[in-house]
């Protein structure tokens, strides 16, 4: 229930490339899904995120799809660059703040030039 | 935007001896603040959550008595390792929320322990 599924584990595409990372959820009450990209040795940086009152967020680059029927979420990078790479996780929570704050495995992306 | 402020970034102890990492909400208040541990290339583990004013939470399978938190303030959470061995060593971040951002969880740059 308080699992956060996410795929790949890896992924590799080439400058411009459109990286997709999926993400699934159990626990119902989960109500805020936000992607979290990291570089080594640095903390998490909030990149977006989305409430299930919407099916898509988009931000620069970056978008959010969302099926709240499904329990899946994926994160797209339109254009990708080697700037890019680094590992991203996706994450849920409801809004008992912080409680039930999940974190899925992670996914690490490489953006060859 | 919030900013949350970790030290030491990185800190090299030796064995049998404490260390404390400070975690800091530079322009807001946070009541609860979390602390989670990252091993290599592995997700973020939530350890435990600060309460200002109270004990903290710890989650199942984390000593309490070896990782000590203090939340003295609405802007300052404390994690001591105490007696540390070199399966401490690891990866801390905290994070902290700030009510004024629906999504407001934002993380420290993480503290990279080794413990010698």
């Known amino acids: 229930q308080q699992q956060v599924k996410q795929s790949p584990q890896s992924l590799i595409v080439q400058k411009g490339g459109i990286p997709i990372i999926n993400c699934a959820y159990e626990n119902t009450a989960f109500d805020y899904f936000p992607w979290y990209q990291q570089f080594p040795g640095k903390g998490p940086a909030l990149l977006i995120a989305i409430r299930p009152d919407v099916s898509e967020k988009k931000e620069g680059r970056f978008t959010i799809s969302f099926n709240k029927s499904a329990k899946q979420f994926s994160l797209h990078i339109m254009d990708s660059q080697p700037g890019d790479s680094a590992t991203y996780f996706c994450a849920a929570s409801s809004d008992n703040y912080g409680q039930n704050f999940v974190f899925g495995p992670g996914t690490r992306l490489s953006v060859l030039p | 935007g919030a900013v949350v402020s970790q030290h030491p970034s990185r800190v090299i102890c030796k064995s049998g001896t404490s260390v404390k990492i400070e975690c800091r909400s530079l322009d807001f208040q946070a009541t609860t603040m979390f602390w989670y541990r990252q091993f290599p290339k592995k997700s973020l583990m939530l350890m435990a959550t600060?309460?200002?004013?109270?004990?903290?939470?710890?989650e199942q399978g984390v000593e309490k008595d070896k990782f000590l938190i203090n939340h003295a303030s609405l802007t300052l959470s404390t994690l001591t390792v105490t007696s540390a061995h070199p399966e401490d060593s690891s990866f801390y971040i905290c994070?902290?929320?700030?009510?004024?951002?629906?999504?407001?969880?934002?993380f420290g740059s993480g503290t990279r322990l080794t413990v010698v």
């Open positions: 994070s902290a929320r700030d009510l004024g951002q629906w999504n407001g969880y934002t």
């Open positions: 600060s309460n200002e004013g109270s004990k903290a939470t710890y």
